[in-house]
């Protein structure tokens, strides 16, 4: 069966980097797109990133040139590169994947992924 499994997460400081990875088994990785996502206590899942099979990437205007998506396919991981980290950015973070071939814009949307990892909590105090 499909398994993602995040790690890296821990507690930072402001102003810190931290690198989270996600292992993923079970499936053809090169061909999935991974995303990335977060969510804070009492708020909805957020879209952070994401990158195609083809290497095309997509941020979210939060987290844009603070952190940066990438994937090793012959690792079958994807990584999540988070610099400069803010309070704000104190959250559980979860990788995705799905086969679907469609615009980039499309895996902004948490519900049109096929599987989830089981999350990895970062706490970023000020």
């Known amino acids: 069966q499909v398994q993602l499994v995040e790690s890296g997460g821990r507690l930072v400081q402001a102003g810190d980097s931290l690198r989270l990875s996600c292992a993923a088994s079970?499936?053809?990785?090169?061909?999935?797109?991974m995303g990335w996502f977060r969510q804070a206590p009492g708020k909805e899942r957020e879209f952070l990133s994401v990158?195609?099979?083809?290497?095309?990437?997509y941020y979210a205007d939060s987290v844009k040139g603070r952190f940066t998506i990438s994937r090793d396919n012959a690792k079958n991981t994807v990584y999540l590169q988070m610099n400069r980290l803010k309070p704000e950015d104190t959250a559980i973070y979860y990788c995705?994947?799905?086969?679907?071939?469609?615009?980039?814009?499309?895996?902004?949307?948490?519900?049109?992924?096929?599987?989830w990892g089981q999350g990895t909590q970062v706490t970023v105090s000020s």
């Open positions: 995705a994947a799905d086969p679907a071939a469609r615009v980039i814009s499309y895996f902004t949307d948490p519900h049109v992924y096929d599987y």
């Open positions: 079970g499936l053809t990785f090169s061909t999935y797109v």
């Open positions: 990158i195609r099979p083809s290497g095309s990437l």
